[in-house]
């Protein structure tokens, strides 16, 4: 009797071990389609990891598309070159994204690429910085800066500042160091001070050049103007991004030249990152205009309203303001998320 329990107990765990096993085990049917993800896929195409405005900006899409919230993003590094940035998108079309955000290192150059999108029914997002096409209704919509207003913003500074300075009829002589050449970032800021330039008789660019939006450019050109130039020659240095200006602030301090509120050269930057609040409320740097990289919410909302078939506005400027050291404390500057 005893012995015969045994038994039946030994069978019914070998028929237990059975039906667990045969719970846990997927079965397929070589008929049957597997499941799609339901996860909404956007392929993300950035110039570069140039400046750390730029790797905030990646951060902030990323933040904002998870898949908690049914997105699987793609992110590519075009390592600052156009040409990569446009295979990256051809991969993107191949792996039939359902969305594709750009933020492209220059202007020119999108039509064919994004006819390739268009014709795979891929809607477009620009970002940051905007493209020149030959037919607006390649992309779908742009999110970012205002570049010309900031360049506006940088200029209206300016003037107060040189007033105050008592250097409103003065020869006031400006280094010029300018972001990517082509990118919207430069164009703008560019074209706001070429503007002052036309209309202030007494303001003259001394020494101008290409630096990339990286500090190392940014140094190696304002130590080349302060040589050629000579520092007592130099009244302003337009600085076209943060990293830049703390490239030639970097050389004034090995040339031993003053800058800031304390006399001497004034430093005008773009995007007011942090650090470099802080530095402009130490009144190192005297004009800061923002550049905002919280980009992410804006794009994440756009794809949100085309994905429920809302129509979504063509172009978006997002929010952006200029500092000054007067308007800086440290309560402010930690309040920031860039
Ligand atoms: O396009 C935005 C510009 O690009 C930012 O000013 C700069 O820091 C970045 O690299």
């Known amino acids: 009797m005893f012995k015969n329990n045994r038994i039946v107990i030994g069978l019914l765990c070998i028929m237990l071990a059975f039906v667990v096993i045969a719970c846990q085990e997927k079965t397929v049917d070589p008929y049957v389609e597997e499941e799609e993800s339901s996860?909404?896929?956007?392929?993300?195409?950035?110039?570069?990891?140039?400046?750390?405005?730029?790797?905030?900006?990646t951060d902030s899409v990323k933040e904002n598309f998870t898949e908690e919230r049914g997105y699987k993003l793609i992110y590519k590094d075009g390592r600052s070159k156009q040409d990569n940035?446009?295979?990256?998108i051809r991969t993107f079309i191949q792996q039939g994204v359902d969305y594709i955000i750009i933020s492209p290192i220059v202007e020119t150059g999108w039509d064919t690429v994004l006819s390739e999108a268009k014709e795979a029914g891929i809607?477009?997002?620009?970002?940051?910085?905007?493209?020149?096409?030959?037919?607006?209704?390649l992309y779908t919509a742009f999110v970012g800066s205002d570049f010309k207003a900031e360049g506006d913003y940088a200029i209206t500074n300016l003037e107060i500042l040189l007033a105050e300075n008592g250097k409103a009829d003065?020869?006031?002589?400006?280094v010029h160091i300018q972001g990517t050449l082509g990118s919207s970032a430069q164009l703008g800021r560019t074209k706001a001070?070429?503007?002052?330039?036309?209309?202030?008789?007494?303001?003259n660019i001394v020494y101008q050049d290409c630096g990339e939006f990286t500090k190392a450019k940014g140094r190696e050109i304002m130590s080349n103007a302060l040589k050629e130039v000579g520092a007592g020659?130099?009244?302003?240095?337009?600085c076209e991004n943060?990293?830049?200006?703390?490239?030639?602030?970097?050389?004034?301090?090995?040339?031993?030249?003053r800058y800031g509120a304390e006399g001497g050269i004034?430093?005008?930057?773009?995007?007011?990152?942090?650090?470099?609040?802080?530095m402009c409320m130490a009144g190192q740097i005297s004009i800061e205009v923002e550049c905002n990289p919280l980009q992410g919410p804006y794009i994440y909302n756009l794809i949100n309203h085309l994905e429920k078939e809302k129509v979504v506005p063509k172009i978006t400027y997002i929010h952006e303001e200029c500092f000054t050291s007067d308007m800086l404390d440290v309560d402010f500057i930690a309040s920031r998320k860039f």
Not at 39 to 57: D, K, N, Y
Not at 127 to 134: E, K
Not at 193 to 200: K, N
Not at 233 to 238: G, Q
């Open 39 to 57: 996860l909404i896929t956007v392929g993300f195409s950035q110039p570069g990891a140039e400046s750390a405005w730029r790797v905030a900006l």
């Open 266 to 278: 004034k430093v005008v930057s773009f995007d007011a990152m942090n650090s470099a609040l802080t």
């Open 170 to 174: 003065e020869p006031v002589n400006i």
């Open 242 to 257: 943060d990293e830049e200006a703390f490239g030639a602030i970097a050389a004034m301090n090995e040339a031993g030249v």
């Open 193 to 203: 001070l070429e503007d002052a330039i036309e209309t202030h008789d007494n303001w």
């Open 233 to 238: 020659n130099i009244d302003v240095v337009y």
């Open 85 to 88: 940035q446009i295979k990256d």
């Open 123 to 137: 809607p477009v997002i620009i970002c940051d910085r905007n493209v020149t096409v030959s037919n607006e209704s």
